[in-house]
Structure formats: structure tokens, C-alpha cells
């Protein structure tokens, strides 16, 4: 009897709800995260060699970093900052390690900088033999080595804290860390607003009868004085006067270069903080007449621009810029 109820008990339990054997328990898959395992390669430092590819492996030096913002020209090509660029340049050595001949041009090696918000600039796809304009392209013998430079432009505004260097064809990168390795901009071009020396100005304060590069030609500021002859066809307006602004224009590159009005864009500040825009007429320096032609190089011209102001206000400032912004601001109060 004892038994009967015992087992009538076991299956009364058996039936009641929730009454179920403990589930198993499956193991989580494991969460996968595409994109996040960073290139094969190695951290590296200026100075430090590497052999980078394992089909045709090149020894690679990078030597050293500079900023600036000024031009630099490769073959028949000018790279020249915009008003919101400076440019990285690299000076390198490339060295052939193995037992034959072994090509080396621009594309057998890729740049990349990496700016201080993570954005990626690539290298203008061009290099040169290291104290040269001469576009490099050779076949490296066993053992030879050959110093080359190439250019990366890249934001005006602070420092480029990475570099990633690249063997076409290959995984593996070098990591540079540029931090406190790259030269840093000079006076006047640096902004002072920044101590790091890695900002750029678009329009550096520089003295009148200096020969500064701007794009394609070299500028200097002769002559500024105050003038109420006929400009441009035509007097000035009544209660008036020209401040007239005389400038060289230098070729220094070995092609020839053209100039016409639209090559440069000059404009004034008067005294009262007024902005007197460019007429978009460039004159002879001696005749009234529109000047325009071609330079051959290292040839010269003198060019004039007239900007009208009442008799009774003075110039501040002069500034004369390319198509983008960048250029230079010239003190111009001493205009008689």
C-alpha cells in the first residue's frame, strides 16, 4: 500500500506545470567584429632600416621628415600648397639587397600620412632623386643604394602623427610614429598661435624686397607709393588716389611660365580695416598697358596693381595670394 501511494505521488509531481527536466544550456558563439585586425608590419623609427616585400624585397631607410610650405618640383610637375595645406616631404634611402638588378620607381613604393583626425593622405605619386627636380625611375644593381625624396600634402593645421610606408603588392606596412620627428615650420611661415611649430599660415607677414615662391613663379615686392597718374585707362576718381604697388615676377623653374593678371591675386587693406578688391588689371611697370607673356627661365618681369582710395585714408596691409588663398601679407603703411 506504502508503495502505491509513494509511486501515485511521483507521478502526480511528474504532471505539474513547470515541473520540466533543467534545459541545456548552449554555449554563445563567438561575436565576430570584421575590420579590426590592424595590417601586418612593424612600428618604426627614422633612421631605422627594414627590408620590406617578399617577392622582391627592397631595403628601406626612412632618413628624415620635414614640413613646409613651399614648392617642390618633380619633373615637369610644381606641388605647391593650398592656403589649407602645408606639405610633408620624406627623404629616403632605397637599397637593392639581392644578387640582381632590381627596378625601383615611384609605384614601387606607397605613402601614406595620417592625420590628427585619423584621415588618410596619399603621396602625390611622384619622387625624385634626393637634391634634385629629376623624376627617378632606374634599375638598382645588387647592392646599390640611392636616395630619393617624395612629398605628401596634408592639412595646414597641426602635426601628422603617423606615416604608414608600403612595399606595392605586399600586406606588411611600417608604422612611423612622427611625433617630435618632423621639422618643424620656420618663422614667418609657422602660425605663433601654435607652439608645436606644425601650423601653417596662409599669409605670412614678409618684408617688401624679398624673393619668396608662390605656385609657379617667384614674387618680390619693389615699390609702394601713392600715385594720381592714368592707370588702366583711366584717372582716379574725383576726391581719390592710386596706391600703386610694384612687384617682380621671377621664373625659377626650367620650363617656361606664363603670367597674365589671373596668375596672382593681390588685394589691400586700408587704414580704416576696409578691403579694397582687385581690379583684375596687371600693368607694365612703366607704360600703361596690360602686361602678360611668357618667361623663359630664370628671366624676370616687373608688373604694377593700382588700387583706388579716398585722399584721406592710408594703406594697412597688401596681401598677394594664388587661386587657393595661400600667399603674403606686406606692411604697406609707410606708402607715400
Not at 620627428?181 to 618684408?207: C, H, I, M, Q, Y
Amino acid at each position: 500500500m506504502r508503495s502505491f501511494v509513494l509511486l501515485t505521488l511521483a507521478l502526480g509531481a511528474a504532471l505539474l506545470p513547470g515541473a520540466h527536466a533543467a534545459p541545456s544550456v548552449a554555449t554563445p558563439s563567438p561575436r565576430v567584429v570584421q575590420g579590426t585586425t590592424q595590417q601586418d608590419g612593424e612600428n618604426a623609427r627614422p633612421g631605422q632600416t627594414f627590408t620590406i616585400g617578399k617577392q622582391n624585397p627592397l631595403n628601406f631607410t626612412l632618413r628624415s621628415a620635414e614640413y613646409s610650405t613651399g614648392r617642390v618640383v618633380i619633373g615637369n610637375t610644381v606641388y605647391f600648397p593650398a592656403a589649407s595645406e602645408k606639405l610633408l616631404i620624406l627623404h629616403y634611402t632605397v637599397h637593392n639587397p639581392q644578387p640582381k638588378e632590381q627596378r625601383y620607381y615611384w609605384a614601387d613604393v606607397n605613402f601614406t600620412a595620417v592625420d590628427a583626425q585619423d584621415r588618410n593622405h596619399n603621396f602625390v605619386q611622384a619622387v625624385a632623386r634626393e637634391g634634385t627636380s629629376e623624376p627617378l625611375e632606374l634599375k638598382l644593381k645588387p647592392a646599390q643604394k640611392v636616395e630619393v625624396m617624395t612629398v605628401i600634402r596634408v592639412p595646414a593645421a597641426g602635426p601628422v602623427p603617423k606615416l604608414i610606408v608600403q612595399r606595392s603588392g605586399d600586406e606588411q606596412v611600417l608604422r612611423y610614429d612622427l611625433r617630435g620627428e618632423v621639422r618643424k615650420l620656420s618663422a614667418p611661415f609657422a602660425d605663433p598661435a601654435d607652439a608645436s611649430g606644425t601650423s601653417a599660415l596662409p599669409l605670412p607677414r614678409t618684408a617688401a624686397g624679398t624673393l619668396v615662391p608662390l605656385g609657379a613663379l617667384d614674387v618680390r615686392l619693389e615699390d609702394v607709393h601713392f600715385s594720381s597718374e592714368t592707370l588702366g585707362g583711366r584717372v582716379p576718381s574725383a576726391g581719390h588716389r592710386y596706391l600703386v604697388a610694384t612687384f617682380t615676377l621671377k621664373n625659377p623653374l626650367p620650363n617656361d611660365a606664363r603670367y597674365s593678371w589671373s596668375s596672382l591675386t593681390p588685394n589691400l587693406k586700408d587704414a580704416e580695416g576696409e578691403k579694397v578688391a582687385y581690379n583684375q588689371q596687371m600693368l607694365k611697370a612703366t607704360h600703361d598697358e596690360a602686361a602678360s607673356g611668357t618667361l623663359s627661365s630664370g628671366e624676370e618681369v616687373k608688373v604694377r596693381y593700382a588700387f583706388e582710395l579716398p585722399l584721406d585714408v592710408a594703406a594697412d596691409t597688401l596681401s598677394v595670394s594664388d587661386s587657393s588663398g595661400r600667399g603674403y601679407t606686406y606692411d604697406v603703411t609707410s606708402a607715400r
